[in-house]
């Protein structure tokens, strides 16, 4: 098992940022492949952002490539989510998620998963 606690929304300004934080407990996190995603009202959870177990390998969806940045500190147990030039369209509640083996961009891949955090960027 594996325990998911995001932290880190909040309300923000188009041009903004904020760093989403996801602190895991449990199995061990060292080797266990993150992600997130996002769910805005009414929408299906799309994914945005993968990070490999090593953080060798990340992957990004084409509408935050150049403005997400995510990373993972093994030590801490915890995987981010560095969110700048915030557009109206990221509203949405973040996920963050674990226990991908492949098809890191699948929400079906991930069996563990975080309550969420609401993200609001205003015009």
């Known amino acids: 098992q594996v325990q998911l606690v995001e932290s880190g929304g909040g309300l923000v300004q188009a041009g903004g940022s904020l760093r989403l934080s996801c602190a895991a407990s449990?199995?061990?996190?060292?080797?266990?492949?993150m992600g997130w995603f996002r769910q805005a009202p009414g929408k299906e959870r799309d994914f945005v952002a993968a990070?490999?177990?090593?953080?060798?390998?990340?992957y990004y969806a084409d509408s935050v490539k150049g403005r997400f940045t995510i990373s993972r500190d093994n030590a801490k147990n915890t995987v981010y989510l560095q969110m700048n030039n915030l557009k109206p369209e990221d509203t949405a509640v973040y996920y963050c998620?674990?226990?991908?083996?492949?098809?890191?961009?699948?929400?079906?891949?991930?069996?563990?998963w975080g309550q969420g955090t609401q993200v609001t960027v205003s015009s």
């Open positions: 449990g199995r061990t996190f060292s080797y266990v492949h």
């Open positions: 998620s674990a226990g991908a083996i492949q098809r890191l961009q699948m929400t079906a891949s991930y069996p563990y």
């Open positions: 990070i490999s177990w090593s953080g060798g390998y990340t």
